[in-house]
């Protein structure tokens, strides 16, 4: 069963408008969320996280924003630039048990950004 | 500072053949971390190590699938005989340590074509 989801599989947006990236997430142990972004043949390159105990986390265009009660989180990139055509990650694990440190990945979104 | 080091890119056999992929992680790094990504998905872990001990090998397929650590720091994935399914990518991830709110830094990874 999917933990991690990302429901949108694909998203394009015009060139210095914001882009919108959506995640939701089942389990309550997650408290650590980072997002991925991965070109083609290449590996996962990270992008920015969060811990459970903020909300909001900055990093220039990107922007990371977490909603515990909704289980849900998104990532904001303003403004948009046409090298941010990737797919983009969202990826949880849980501080605790058994399965620390292990990273639960969504299927990804694939943004396209044109000009 | 040198990311992760992965090789071969990319291994083309035939079925019931054997394989290894090998990777190098970020120097320093005690974590070591074998993902499997199949094509539309997002990475799934098959194998951590902490040193050169393996502390979550639950979700390796142990009855083809070996890994090794030897010396804590270069890693080894095998897979004996090899099957249609197994072709995929698999990529290796390095972190500083086990623990809480760890980012994991990816290689290329290795894809795997099983023919």
């Known amino acids: 069963d999917q933990q991690v989801k990302q429901n949108s599989p694909s998203l394009s947006v015009q060139e210095g408008r914001i882009s919108i990236l959506n995640c939701d997430y089942t389990?309550?142990?997650?408290?650590?969320f980072l997002w991925y972004k991965k070109y083609p043949a290449e590996g996962p390159t990270f992008l920015i996280s969060i811990s459970s105990i903020k909300d909001k986390n900055e990093d220039g265009r990107f922007t990371v924003f977490l909603n515990k009660s909704a289980k849900h989180l998104s990532l904001h990139i303003v403004p948009s630039q046409p090298g941010d055509s990737a797919v983009y990650f969202c990826a949880a694990s849980a501080g605790r048990g058994s399965t620390l440190g292990r990273l639960y990945f969504g299927r990804g979104t694939q943004l396209t950004v044109w000009p | 500072e040198a990311g992760v080091v992965q090789s071969p890119r990319y291994k083309i056999i035939e079925k019931k053949q054997p394989v290894a992929f090998w990777c190098n992680p970020i120097?320093?790094?005690?974590?070591l971390y074998w993902y499997l990504q199949n094509l539309g998905q997002g990475p799934e872990l098959l194998i951590r190590?902490?040193?050169?001990?393996?502390?979550?090998d639950s979700q390796l397929p142990k009855d083809r699938f070996s890994a090794e650590r030897l010396k804590g720091v270069d890693s080894t994935l095998k897979i004996q005989p090899a099957e249609l399914g197994d072709s995929a990518v698999y990529l290796c991830?390095?972190?500083?340590?086990?623990?809480?709110?760890?980012?994991?830094?990816f290689g290329p990874g290795t894809r795997l074509l099983v023919l």
């Open positions: 389990n309550s142990m997650f408290d650590y």
């Open positions: 120097s320093g790094h005690n974590t």
């Open positions: 190590y902490e040193n050169e001990e393996a502390v979550d």
């Open positions: 991830a390095s972190s500083l340590r086990q623990g809480v709110q760890e980012t994991q830094y």
